[in-house]
Protein backbone atom coordinates (compact mmCIF):
# COMPACT_ATOMS: atom_id res chain seq x y z
CA UNK A 1 0.00 0.00 0.00
CA UNK A 2 1.30 3.25 -1.09
CA UNK A 3 1.52 5.81 2.04
CA UNK A 4 -0.43 8.59 0.65
CA UNK A 5 0.47 11.81 3.02
CA UNK A 6 2.69 12.79 6.03
CA UNK A 7 0.15 14.82 7.38
CA UNK A 8 1.16 13.98 11.22
CA UNK A 9 4.79 14.00 10.17
CA UNK A 10 5.73 16.79 13.02
CA UNK A 11 3.82 14.85 15.59
CA UNK A 12 6.45 12.39 17.79
CA UNK A 13 4.37 9.59 19.02
CA UNK A 14 2.72 10.66 22.29
CA UNK A 15 3.86 9.30 25.84
CA UNK A 16 3.02 9.68 29.42
CA UNK A 17 5.13 12.22 31.11
CA UNK A 18 3.56 12.67 34.22
CA UNK A 19 1.01 16.10 35.71
CA UNK A 20 4.19 18.27 35.84
CA UNK A 21 5.17 17.79 32.38
CA UNK A 22 5.07 21.27 30.24
CA UNK A 23 5.03 19.26 26.92
CA UNK A 24 1.84 19.74 25.60
CA UNK A 25 1.91 16.91 23.26
CA UNK A 26 2.51 14.24 25.94
CA UNK A 27 -0.27 12.43 28.74
CA UNK A 28 -0.34 13.76 32.24
CA UNK A 29 -2.56 10.99 33.52
CA UNK A 30 -2.87 8.49 31.03
CA UNK A 31 -0.44 6.17 31.87
CA UNK A 32 -2.16 2.95 29.89
CA UNK A 33 -0.36 0.40 32.01
CA UNK A 34 -0.56 1.91 35.45
CA UNK A 35 -2.83 -0.54 37.64
CA UNK A 36 -5.84 0.82 38.78
CA UNK A 37 -8.21 -1.89 40.83
CA UNK A 38 -6.38 -4.88 38.85
CA UNK A 39 -6.63 -3.08 35.25
CA UNK A 40 -4.25 -1.14 33.27
CA UNK A 41 -5.74 2.06 32.41
CA UNK A 42 -5.94 1.09 29.04
CA UNK A 43 -7.96 -1.96 29.43
CA UNK A 44 -10.26 0.31 32.31
CA UNK A 45 -11.06 2.91 29.10
CA UNK A 46 -10.49 0.56 25.90
CA UNK A 47 -10.42 4.12 24.14
CA UNK A 48 -11.37 4.76 20.50
CA UNK A 49 -10.57 7.38 18.29
CA UNK A 50 -13.78 7.73 15.13
CA UNK A 51 -13.11 8.59 12.03
CA UNK A 52 -15.97 10.83 11.18
CA UNK A 53 -15.30 13.88 13.48
CA UNK A 54 -11.39 13.45 12.81
CA UNK A 55 -10.73 12.74 9.18
CA UNK A 56 -14.21 13.00 7.52
CA UNK A 57 -15.59 16.10 8.36
CA UNK A 58 -13.64 19.56 6.81
CA UNK A 59 -14.77 21.53 9.59
CA UNK A 60 -17.84 23.16 7.65
CA UNK A 61 -20.87 24.45 9.73
CA UNK A 62 -24.45 25.64 7.95
CA UNK A 63 -23.06 29.26 8.15
CA UNK A 64 -19.36 28.35 6.54
CA UNK A 65 -17.16 25.91 4.48
CA UNK A 66 -14.68 23.77 5.74
CA UNK A 67 -11.79 25.20 7.67
CA UNK A 68 -9.37 22.44 7.84
CA UNK A 69 -7.65 21.38 4.51
CA UNK A 70 -6.23 18.57 5.59
CA UNK A 71 -4.42 17.11 2.48
CA UNK A 72 -6.93 14.28 1.90
CA UNK A 73 -10.27 16.75 1.82
CA UNK A 74 -8.72 18.38 -1.57
CA UNK A 75 -8.63 14.10 -3.19
CA UNK A 76 -11.66 12.38 -4.70
CA UNK A 77 -13.06 9.06 -5.05
CA UNK A 78 -10.23 6.04 -4.15
CA UNK A 79 -7.61 8.57 -3.83
CA UNK A 80 -9.48 10.50 -1.11
CA UNK A 81 -10.43 7.01 0.69
CA UNK A 82 -6.96 5.69 0.56
CA UNK A 83 -5.35 8.92 1.85
CA UNK A 84 -7.60 9.32 4.57
CA UNK A 85 -6.79 5.41 5.66
CA UNK A 86 -3.31 6.17 6.15
CA UNK A 87 -3.33 9.70 7.93
CA UNK A 88 -6.23 7.70 10.04
CA UNK A 89 -4.24 4.95 10.66
CA UNK A 90 -0.70 7.52 11.34
CA UNK A 91 -3.05 8.96 13.92
CA UNK A 92 -4.22 6.29 15.99
CA UNK A 93 -0.56 4.98 16.40
CA UNK A 94 1.04 8.25 17.58
CA UNK A 95 -1.85 8.86 19.93
CA UNK A 96 -1.50 5.10 20.80
CA UNK A 97 -4.96 3.98 21.35
CA UNK A 98 -5.91 0.52 21.22
CA UNK A 99 -9.31 0.81 19.18
CA UNK A 100 -10.97 2.79 16.22
CA UNK A 101 -14.75 3.54 15.24
CA UNK A 102 -16.61 3.93 11.44
CA UNK A 103 -19.42 4.61 9.86
CA UNK A 104 -19.48 2.37 6.04
CA UNK A 105 -19.28 5.91 4.35
CA UNK A 106 -16.70 7.35 6.40
CA UNK A 107 -13.82 4.68 5.03
CA UNK A 108 -15.05 4.28 1.41
CA UNK A 109 -15.10 6.21 -2.25
CA UNK A 110 -18.11 8.39 -2.27
CA UNK A 111 -21.00 6.07 -4.12
CA UNK A 112 -24.12 7.09 -5.89
CA UNK A 113 -26.11 3.21 -6.04
CA UNK A 114 -26.19 0.94 -3.69
CA UNK A 115 -24.71 -1.38 -5.87
CA UNK A 116 -21.53 1.07 -5.44
CA UNK A 117 -21.85 1.16 -2.38
CA UNK A 118 -21.44 -2.55 -1.63
CA UNK A 119 -18.29 -2.31 -4.03
CA UNK A 120 -16.20 0.70 -2.55
CA UNK A 121 -16.76 -1.13 0.41
CA UNK A 122 -15.50 -4.25 -0.39
CA UNK A 123 -12.31 -2.35 -2.09
CA UNK A 124 -12.05 -0.86 1.52
CA UNK A 125 -12.61 -4.30 3.52
CA UNK A 126 -9.01 -5.36 2.06
CA UNK A 127 -7.05 -2.26 3.13
CA UNK A 128 -8.91 -1.80 6.09
CA UNK A 129 -7.54 -5.07 7.22
CA UNK A 130 -4.39 -4.60 6.15
CA UNK A 131 -3.74 -1.47 8.06
CA UNK A 132 -5.22 -3.36 11.26
CA UNK A 133 -2.98 -5.98 11.15
CA UNK A 134 0.19 -3.94 10.25
CA UNK A 135 -0.54 -1.52 13.33
CA UNK A 136 -1.96 -3.97 15.80
CA UNK A 137 -5.22 -1.02 16.36
CA UNK A 138 -8.59 -3.01 16.69
CA UNK A 139 -11.89 -2.01 15.84
CA UNK A 140 -14.13 -1.12 18.51
CA UNK A 141 -17.24 -0.90 16.81
CA UNK A 142 -18.85 -0.98 13.11
CA UNK A 143 -21.55 1.41 11.97
CA UNK A 144 -23.69 2.19 9.04
CA UNK A 145 -24.74 6.05 7.97
CA UNK A 146 -28.11 5.69 7.54
CA UNK A 147 -28.76 9.92 7.88
CA UNK A 148 -26.79 11.78 5.53
CA UNK A 149 -27.91 10.55 2.37
CA UNK A 150 -31.10 12.45 0.79
CA UNK A 151 -33.24 8.91 0.21
CA UNK A 152 -33.11 8.92 4.31
CA UNK A 153 -34.67 12.37 4.85
CA UNK A 154 -37.56 10.48 6.23
CA UNK A 155 -35.91 7.75 8.43
CA UNK A 156 -34.02 4.79 7.18
CA UNK A 157 -36.79 1.91 8.89
CA UNK A 158 -38.80 4.10 9.53
CA UNK A 159 -39.57 5.94 6.61
CA UNK A 160 -42.48 5.75 4.94
CA UNK A 161 -41.12 3.82 1.85
CA UNK A 162 -40.13 0.49 1.97
CA UNK A 163 -37.72 1.08 -0.80
CA UNK A 164 -35.52 3.36 1.94
CA UNK A 165 -35.77 -0.03 4.53
CA UNK A 166 -34.52 -2.06 1.67
CA UNK A 167 -31.65 0.32 1.06
CA UNK A 168 -31.18 0.46 5.22
CA UNK A 169 -30.66 -3.26 4.92
CA UNK A 170 -28.22 -3.38 2.02
CA UNK A 171 -25.65 -0.80 3.89
CA UNK A 172 -26.41 -2.55 7.50
CA UNK A 173 -25.93 -6.09 6.27
CA UNK A 174 -22.86 -5.07 4.71
CA UNK A 175 -21.27 -3.21 7.24
CA UNK A 176 -22.34 -5.99 9.64
CA UNK A 177 -20.27 -8.42 7.54
CA UNK A 178 -17.27 -6.02 7.40
CA UNK A 179 -17.38 -5.49 11.50
CA UNK A 180 -17.43 -9.19 11.59
CA UNK A 181 -14.19 -9.75 9.49
CA UNK A 182 -12.49 -6.66 11.18
CA UNK A 183 -13.73 -8.83 14.53
CA UNK A 184 -15.20 -6.09 15.68
CA UNK A 185 -16.29 -5.90 19.09
CA UNK A 186 -19.53 -4.31 18.53
CA UNK A 187 -22.33 -3.16 15.98
CA UNK A 188 -24.19 0.29 16.70
CA UNK A 189 -27.40 1.75 15.88
CA UNK A 190 -27.31 5.23 16.14
CA UNK A 191 -31.05 6.56 14.68
CA UNK A 192 -30.19 9.78 13.18
CA UNK A 193 -33.20 10.27 10.86
CA UNK A 194 -35.25 7.63 13.19
CA UNK A 195 -37.81 10.02 14.69
CA UNK A 196 -39.87 13.00 13.04
CA UNK A 197 -39.84 16.48 12.46
CA UNK A 198 -43.46 16.94 12.57
CA UNK A 199 -46.57 14.56 13.46
CA UNK A 200 -48.26 16.29 10.80
CA UNK A 201 -47.39 13.52 8.60
CA UNK A 202 -46.19 10.70 10.88
CA UNK A 203 -47.31 7.56 12.28
CA UNK A 204 -45.60 6.68 15.17
CA UNK A 205 -47.80 3.61 15.66
CA UNK A 206 -46.20 2.07 12.21
CA UNK A 207 -42.62 3.89 12.40
CA UNK A 208 -42.28 1.69 15.69
CA UNK A 209 -43.01 -1.15 14.48
CA UNK A 210 -40.79 -0.86 11.22
CA UNK A 211 -37.69 -0.16 13.66
CA UNK A 212 -38.56 -3.18 15.67
CA UNK A 213 -38.72 -4.90 12.68
CA UNK A 214 -35.51 -3.53 11.89
CA UNK A 215 -33.19 -4.11 14.47
CA UNK A 216 -35.04 -8.13 14.87
CA UNK A 217 -33.79 -8.67 11.49
CA UNK A 218 -30.19 -7.30 12.40
CA UNK A 219 -30.61 -9.38 15.35
CA UNK A 220 -31.14 -12.29 13.64
CA UNK A 221 -28.55 -11.63 10.96
CA UNK A 222 -26.15 -11.59 13.97
CA UNK A 223 -26.70 -14.85 14.75
CA UNK A 224 -26.81 -16.08 11.20
CA UNK A 225 -23.37 -14.92 10.72
CA UNK A 226 -21.77 -16.19 13.80
CA UNK A 227 -20.86 -12.65 14.85
CA UNK A 228 -20.36 -12.28 19.04
CA UNK A 229 -20.14 -9.20 19.47
CA UNK A 230 -22.68 -6.72 21.20
CA UNK A 231 -25.58 -4.82 19.75
CA UNK A 232 -25.85 -1.32 20.49
CA UNK A 233 -28.59 1.69 20.25
CA UNK A 234 -27.04 4.66 20.65
CA UNK A 235 -29.89 6.84 22.42
CA UNK A 236 -30.56 10.32 21.26
CA UNK A 237 -33.44 12.92 21.92
CA UNK A 238 -33.51 14.95 19.00
CA UNK A 239 -31.28 16.63 16.30
CA UNK A 240 -31.39 16.06 14.00
CA UNK A 241 -35.07 15.58 13.88
CA UNK A 242 -37.53 16.94 15.82
CA UNK A 243 -38.05 13.52 17.99
CA UNK A 244 -35.70 10.85 17.82
CA UNK A 245 -37.48 7.60 18.68
CA UNK A 246 -34.31 6.29 20.75
CA UNK A 247 -34.67 9.12 23.31
CA UNK A 248 -32.98 7.92 26.30
CA UNK A 249 -31.53 4.74 27.99
CA UNK A 250 -35.07 4.29 29.40
CA UNK A 251 -36.84 4.46 26.43
CA UNK A 252 -35.07 2.36 24.43
CA UNK A 253 -35.06 -0.55 27.54
CA UNK A 254 -39.13 0.16 27.03
CA UNK A 255 -38.74 -0.52 23.02
CA UNK A 256 -36.57 -3.31 23.29
CA UNK A 257 -38.93 -4.82 26.04
CA UNK A 258 -41.49 -4.16 23.53
CA UNK A 259 -40.01 -6.22 20.69
CA UNK A 260 -38.30 -8.78 23.01
CA UNK A 261 -35.10 -7.84 22.28
CA UNK A 262 -33.83 -6.88 26.11
CA UNK A 263 -31.67 -9.50 26.02
CA UNK A 264 -30.42 -9.00 22.50
CA UNK A 265 -29.31 -5.26 22.76
CA UNK A 266 -27.23 -2.77 25.21
CA UNK A 267 -27.06 0.59 24.13
CA UNK A 268 -24.03 3.50 23.63
CA UNK A 269 -24.60 6.26 25.99
CA UNK A 270 -23.01 9.88 24.67
CA UNK A 271 -22.75 12.58 27.21
CA UNK A 272 -23.73 14.96 25.24
CA UNK A 273 -27.11 13.13 24.33
CA UNK A 274 -27.23 12.41 27.50
CA UNK A 275 -27.34 16.61 28.12
CA UNK A 276 -29.86 16.74 25.32
CA UNK A 277 -32.11 14.76 26.63
CA UNK A 278 -32.26 16.43 30.14
CA UNK A 279 -30.14 14.09 32.11
CA UNK A 280 -26.96 13.39 33.47
CA UNK A 281 -24.65 11.19 31.70
CA UNK A 282 -24.23 9.27 35.05
CA UNK A 283 -27.56 9.33 35.61
CA UNK A 284 -28.14 7.45 31.68
CA UNK A 285 -25.30 4.95 32.79
CA UNK A 286 -26.87 4.02 36.41
CA UNK A 287 -29.83 3.69 34.81
CA UNK A 288 -27.99 1.30 31.68
CA UNK A 289 -26.57 -0.97 34.89
CA UNK A 290 -30.22 -0.72 36.47
CA UNK A 291 -31.73 -2.07 33.66
CA UNK A 292 -29.14 -4.90 32.33
CA UNK A 293 -28.24 -2.65 29.18
CA UNK A 294 -25.09 -0.81 29.30
CA UNK A 295 -22.47 -1.65 26.55
CA UNK A 296 -20.62 1.60 25.23
CA UNK A 297 -19.80 4.98 25.76
CA UNK A 298 -19.55 7.76 23.35
CA UNK A 299 -17.25 10.30 25.36
CA UNK A 300 -18.08 13.74 24.56
CA UNK A 301 -19.96 16.82 25.46
CA UNK A 302 -22.12 20.03 25.06
CA UNK A 303 -21.54 23.49 25.93
CA UNK A 304 -23.54 24.96 28.60
CA UNK A 305 -25.24 27.70 26.69
CA UNK A 306 -25.63 25.62 23.49
CA UNK A 307 -29.11 23.34 23.13
CA UNK A 308 -27.60 21.09 19.81
CA UNK A 309 -25.04 18.57 20.06
CA UNK A 310 -21.73 20.07 19.89
CA UNK A 311 -19.59 16.92 20.66
CA UNK A 312 -16.69 18.51 22.06
CA UNK A 313 -13.59 16.51 24.24
CA UNK A 314 -15.00 15.90 27.40
CA UNK A 315 -13.35 17.24 29.95
CA UNK A 316 -15.29 17.91 33.03
CA UNK A 317 -13.74 16.36 35.98
CA UNK A 318 -16.64 16.04 38.30
CA UNK A 319 -19.15 14.68 35.57
CA UNK A 320 -16.57 12.64 34.59
CA UNK A 321 -15.75 10.83 38.10
CA UNK A 322 -19.29 10.35 38.62
CA UNK A 323 -19.73 8.57 35.45
CA UNK A 324 -16.64 6.48 36.04
CA UNK A 325 -17.81 5.51 39.42
CA UNK A 326 -21.13 4.08 38.33
CA UNK A 327 -18.85 1.91 35.30
CA UNK A 328 -16.02 0.75 37.86
CA UNK A 329 -18.42 0.16 40.52
CA UNK A 330 -20.41 -2.07 38.08
CA UNK A 331 -17.61 -4.03 36.66
CA UNK A 332 -16.39 -1.67 33.79
CA UNK A 333 -16.48 -2.33 30.21
CA UNK A 334 -17.38 -5.65 28.68
CA UNK A 335 -17.42 -5.26 24.84
CA UNK A 336 -17.78 -1.77 24.88
CA UNK A 337 -15.16 1.00 25.32
CA UNK A 338 -14.65 5.05 25.29
CA UNK A 339 -15.03 6.09 21.87
CA UNK A 340 -14.16 9.54 21.30
CA UNK A 341 -16.99 10.95 19.54
CA UNK A 342 -15.63 14.32 19.57
CA UNK A 343 -14.47 16.59 17.74
CA UNK A 344 -12.13 19.39 17.27
CA UNK A 345 -13.89 23.46 17.03
CA UNK A 346 -13.86 24.90 13.40
CA UNK A 347 -10.89 27.62 14.27
CA UNK A 348 -8.46 24.13 14.69
CA UNK A 349 -7.50 23.91 12.14
CA UNK A 350 -3.82 22.80 12.54
CA UNK A 351 -2.62 18.65 12.43
CA UNK A 352 -1.80 18.84 16.32
CA UNK A 353 -5.63 20.35 17.52
CA UNK A 354 -6.51 16.52 16.91
CA UNK A 355 -4.01 15.53 19.69
CA UNK A 356 -4.93 18.34 21.92
CA UNK A 357 -8.36 17.28 21.77
CA UNK A 358 -7.36 13.68 22.07
CA UNK A 359 -4.76 13.91 24.63
CA UNK A 360 -7.16 15.97 26.77
CA UNK A 361 -9.95 13.72 26.57
CA UNK A 362 -7.75 10.60 27.61
CA UNK A 363 -6.39 12.45 30.59
CA UNK A 364 -9.80 13.86 31.78
CA UNK A 365 -10.79 9.81 31.55
CA UNK A 366 -8.11 8.24 33.15
CA UNK A 367 -7.91 10.96 35.85
CA UNK A 368 -11.78 9.99 36.07
CA UNK A 369 -10.48 6.33 36.72
CA UNK A 370 -8.18 7.09 39.15
CA UNK A 371 -10.50 9.06 40.86
CA UNK A 372 -13.48 7.04 41.11
CA UNK A 373 -11.12 4.15 41.96
CA UNK A 374 -10.36 5.63 45.39
CA UNK A 375 -13.97 6.85 46.06
CA UNK A 376 -14.65 2.70 45.95
CA UNK A 377 -11.44 2.31 47.43
CA UNK A 378 -12.40 4.65 50.54
CA UNK A 379 -15.80 2.99 50.23
CA UNK A 380 -17.47 6.17 52.35
CA UNK A 381 -19.89 6.59 49.29
CA UNK A 382 -20.92 2.95 48.71
CA UNK A 383 -21.40 2.55 52.65
CA UNK A 384 -23.59 5.35 53.07
CA UNK A 385 -25.79 4.45 50.12
CA UNK A 386 -25.99 0.85 51.83
CA UNK A 387 -26.88 2.32 55.15
CA UNK A 388 -29.21 4.70 53.84
CA UNK A 389 -31.38 1.17 52.06
CA UNK A 390 -30.47 -0.60 55.20
CA UNK A 391 -34.34 -1.10 56.48
CA UNK A 392 -35.15 -2.91 53.31
CA UNK A 393 -33.04 -5.82 54.71
CA UNK A 394 -35.46 -5.85 58.11
CA UNK A 395 -38.09 -8.63 58.48
CA UNK A 396 -40.42 -5.36 57.52
CA UNK A 397 -38.77 -4.75 53.93
CA UNK A 398 -38.54 -7.91 53.24
CA UNK A 399 -41.83 -8.86 53.86
CA UNK A 400 -42.69 -6.11 52.16
CA UNK A 401 -40.82 -6.84 48.56
CA UNK A 402 -42.04 -10.29 48.91
CA UNK A 403 -44.58 -11.38 50.34
CA UNK A 404 -47.41 -9.01 51.61
CA UNK A 405 -50.28 -7.84 49.79
CA UNK A 406 -51.49 -3.98 49.71
CA UNK A 407 -53.85 -4.61 52.41
CA UNK A 408 -51.70 -6.73 54.74
CA UNK A 409 -48.89 -4.05 55.10
CA UNK A 410 -51.48 -1.17 55.48
CA UNK A 411 -53.32 -3.39 57.81
CA UNK A 412 -49.97 -3.79 59.85
CA UNK A 413 -48.71 -0.51 59.66
CA UNK A 414 -51.90 0.50 61.60
CA UNK A 415 -51.91 -1.83 63.94
CA UNK A 416 -47.77 -1.50 64.82
CA UNK A 417 -48.05 2.41 64.94
CA UNK A 418 -45.16 2.22 61.84
CA UNK A 419 -44.28 6.00 61.33
CA UNK A 420 -41.20 6.75 58.60
CA UNK A 421 -38.43 8.42 60.45
CA UNK A 422 -36.53 10.86 57.84
CA UNK A 423 -32.52 10.32 58.10
CA UNK A 424 -30.69 13.39 56.01
CA UNK A 425 -29.65 12.89 52.42
CA UNK A 426 -26.17 14.16 53.31
CA UNK A 427 -25.47 15.69 49.92
CA UNK A 428 -22.83 18.27 50.45
CA UNK A 429 -21.06 15.87 52.89
CA UNK A 430 -20.99 13.18 49.46
CA UNK A 431 -20.39 16.03 47.22
CA UNK A 432 -17.40 17.04 48.95
CA UNK A 433 -15.82 13.29 49.19
CA UNK A 434 -16.68 13.50 45.25
CA UNK A 435 -14.53 16.90 44.88
CA UNK A 436 -11.43 15.46 47.00
CA UNK A 437 -10.85 12.29 45.50
CA UNK A 438 -10.33 14.43 42.26
CA UNK A 439 -6.67 14.84 42.52
C1 LIG B 1 -24.53 11.53 16.40
C2 LIG B 1 -24.03 10.26 16.88
C3 LIG B 1 -23.19 9.49 15.90
C4 LIG B 1 -23.11 8.04 16.32
C5 LIG B 1 -22.71 7.10 15.25
O1 LIG B 1 -25.00 12.38 17.15
O2 LIG B 1 -23.35 10.48 18.07
O3 LIG B 1 -21.92 10.07 15.79
O4 LIG B 1 -22.24 7.87 17.39
O5 LIG B 1 -23.59 7.06 14.19
NI1 LIG C 1 -22.22 9.03 19.05
NI1 LIG D 1 -23.74 12.64 19.02
Excluded at 152 to 157: H, L, N
Excluded at 164 to 191: E, I, S
Excluded at 361 to 375: E, M, N, Q, T, W
Aim: hydrophobic share 40%; aromatic share 12%; with cysteine.
Amino acid sequence: MTQHTDYFASIKPIRFEGPDTENPLAFRWYDKDRVIMGKRLEDHLRPAVCYWHSFCWNGFDVFGDGTFNRPWHSLSGQEMADAKLDAAFDFFVKLGVPYFTFHDVDVIAPATTMKEHVENLAVMADKIEAKMAQTGVKLLWGTANLFSNPRYMGGASTNPDPEAFACAAVQVRHAMDLTLRLKGQNYVFWGGREGYDTLLNTQIGRELDQLGRFLALAVDYKHKIGFKGTMLIEPKPHEPTKHQYDRDVSTVYGFLKRYGLENEVKVNVETNHATLAGHSMDHEIATAFALGIFGSVDANRGDPQNGWDTDQFWNDPLEITRTMYHILKNGGFTTGGMNFDAKVRRQSIDAEDLFHGHIGALDALARGVIAAASLIEDGRLDAFAEERYAGWKSELGRWIMNESGLDEIAERALREGVEAKPKSGRQEYLENLLSAAIR
